[in-house]
């Protein structure tokens, strides 16, 4: 007898429908699992055999291989758990075989028969959407997140033995011992936002970061200890829109995958905010895993904001993996089990002291660093980086008693609404819709011959790189947006050559 249903593993963010069948043999009573499982899945079988025992069933005395295809596709994880057990059971004639067949089941099984929520439902569930198998089985833990999917309908149970009660075993019953695996979650604490109106004087960087938000520009702040770079940074993500659907949906997905995401909430909104520490490994920032790679804070910034505060203490190796995704706005990890592709267009904003001390700016009295303790300081932020970074400003300390206070942030949200909407208007059927990733080949079409002699004119000097002539002109794109102008000129071009230098006022 063959028992079949379907079930889905993950590659990165991209789910794969697999087939479960189980056959079972009249010979001596064997358990094998085939099509390249990992150790994780192998463990399958005792937790398989323990919870149908446990859910009032007989286990099958035969001998039992279940085929988990396309057997060259690598699996790992317990997600197949109650696939496999479905199978057996349907291989078995313990439940109704069509019933089993027609739907995707995706969980854990504990010991005691209980499904237990795993990783990744949202877009396992929205692969199997795809693949046009609408029909889907997940633990309650995992129900809310499952129901964000559009098209998905949703089977949430608790036990294999209330699944195989609805497949047509009145027998099943759960042992009476178990604990029931379902997680009554907490209210959601609303945390207030941050507005940008906290922040006291700092005209000039404000400037930059509305500059910023609007353009999806990467961002540089350098400035004294207390100056306000972190408390800037941290309220970019309020004047930034909403994310767009197909932005929102990748999100969830990553945050799905890394377990961070609070399913009562819904498909995320807002987007993201990841701010690591210094002392985080490269495989934490870009992601890794010692056989399926696992997100890491870039692709859980995709859509969002990654925040290096203190970017020179962060080691150099963890720098330079930043520079692939900012141009192509993934990463791939290839580890021995396959490559895992996650997104990560993320806005970077980095915050760095002018030396060692923090008290080099101005005259530099109270700098107690050396010329050449400066020089290696600011130089662990390389070139090839730093000509990636698109607006670098200076954050100068606030003068005692300073009590302005600026725009508030939804003030400063409106404009950059306005001008992503011109952004978006302008870019309408492209591949892109913000400033900071219109390519370079757009950019000599489209830009003024006025505003390209400039930025000519600067390269022949040596005060700009190729990259960042081409970045200079979106910037100055993106002051035209701000200020409702179809197309930027010269000045524009000057002033976000400016934004670029970290040299005089904005």
């Given amino acids: 007898m063959i028992g079949r249903?379907?079930?889905?593993?993950?590659?990165?963010?991209?789910?794969?429908?697999?087939d479960v069948e189980a056959h079972l043999a009249p010979s001596l009573?064997?358990?094998?699992l085939v099509g390249l499982p990992d150790a994780s899945l192998n463990e399958s079988r005792d937790r398989v055999r323990a919870a149908v025992t446990s859910s009032g069933l007989a286990w099958p005395q035969r001998r039992i291989t279940v085929n988990l295809s396309p057997a060259s596709l690598p699996k790992s994880g317990s997600v197949t758990?109650?696939?496999?057990?479905?199978?057996?059971?349907?291989?078995?004639?313990?439940?109704?075989?069509?019933?089993?067949?027609?739907?995707?089941?995706?969980?854990?099984?504990g010991l005691d028969g209980q499904l237990r929520p795993v990783r990744g439902i949202l877009p396992s569930v929205a692969a199997a959407v795809e693949a046009g198998a609408t029909r889907v089985v997940v633990a309650e833990g995992n129900a809310d997140e499952a129901r964000l999917v559009p098209g998905a309908k949703v089977t949430a149970v608790s036990s294999l033995a209330e699944l195989a009660a609805i497949y047509g075993n009145e027998d099943a019953r759960p042992d009476p011992r178990s604990v029931d695996s379902r997680v009554v979650s907490s209210p959601r604490r609303v945390e207030p936002v941050a507005d940008l109106a906290d922040v006291r004087g700092q005209p000039e960087a404000r400037w930059a970061l509305e500059v910023a938000a609007a353009g999806a520009h990467h961002l540089l702040m350098v400035g004294p200890p207390g100056a306000g770079k972190t408390m800037l940074a941290s309220r970019l993500t309020g004047i930034l829109p909403d994310l767009i659907p197909v932005d929102a949906l990748a999100a969830t997905s990553i945050h799905s995958i890394s377990g961070t995401l609070s399913p009562e909430e819904g498909l995320l909104v807002r987007p993201p905010f990841e701010a690591p520490h210094h002392s985080a490994s490269a495989a934490a920032i870009v992601g890794g895993g010692a056989?399926?790679?696992?997100?890491?804070?870039?692709?859980?910034?995709?859509?969002?904001?990654?925040?290096?505060?203190?970017?020179?203490?962060?080691?150099?190796?963890?720098?330079?993996?930043?520079?692939?995704?900012?141009?192509?706005?993934?990463?791939?990890?290839?580890?021995?089990?396959?490559?895992?592709?996650y997104p990560a267009r993320f806005q970077l904003v980095l915050a760095a002291n002018p030396?060692?001390?923090?008290?080099?700016?101005?005259?530099?009295?109270?700098?107690?660093?050396?010329?050449l303790a400066r020089r290696r300081y600011f130089s662990r932020l390389s070139g090839p980086l730093l000509d990636r970074v698109d607006i670098q400003v200076e954050v100068m300390p606030v003068a005692r008693g300073a009590s302005e206070s600026g725009e508030a942030t939804e003030v400063v949200a409106a404009r950059v609404r306005e001008a992503r909407g011109r952004a978006q208007a302008r870019f309408a059927g492209?591949?892109?819709?913000?400033?900071?990733?219109?390519?370079?080949?757009?950019?000599?079409?489209?830009?003024?011959?006025?505003?390209v002699a400039v930025v000519h004119a600067a390269l022949d000097k040596g005060r700009l790189s190729a990259r960042?002539?081409?970045?200079?002109?979106?910037?100055?794109?993106?002051?035209?947006?701000?200020?409702?102008?179809?197309?930027?000129?010269?000045?524009?071009?000057?002033?976000?050559?400016?934004?670029?230098?970290?040299?005089?006022?904005?």
């Fill in 5 to 18: 249903t379907r079930s889905v593993v993950l590659t990165g963010v991209v789910g794969h429908v697999i």
């Fill in 29 to 32: 009573p064997a358990f094998t």
């Fill in 81 to 109: 758990d109650v696939a496999i057990a479905v199978a057996v059971l349907a291989g078995a004639g313990l439940i109704d075989a069509r019933q089993a067949a027609g739907a995707v089941h995706l969980g854990e099984l």
């Fill in 291 to 341: 056989r399926i790679a696992r997100p890491g804070a870039i692709s859980r910034a995709h859509a969002g904001v990654l925040f290096l505060d203190e970017a020179p203490e962060f080691p150099g190796a963890v720098l330079q993996t930043l520079r692939q995704p900012l141009e192509s706005g993934e990463i791939v990890l290839h580890r021995a089990y396959g490559a895992a592709r």
């Fill in 355 to 371: 030396c060692p001390c923090g008290h080099f700016y101005g005259m530099g009295e109270r700098c107690t660093c050396s010329a």
């Fill in 430 to 451: 492209l591949p892109w819709s913000v400033t900071s990733h219109a390519p370079p080949s757009w950019l000599r079409e489209f830009t003024p011959r006025a505003c």
């Fill in 468 to 506: 960042g002539a081409d970045r200079a002109l979106r910037i100055a794109w993106t002051l035209s947006d701000l200020e409702g102008i179809d197309a930027p000129s010269p000045d524009h071009v000057a002033r976000a050559m400016i934004l670029r230098s970290r040299e005089g006022p904005l």
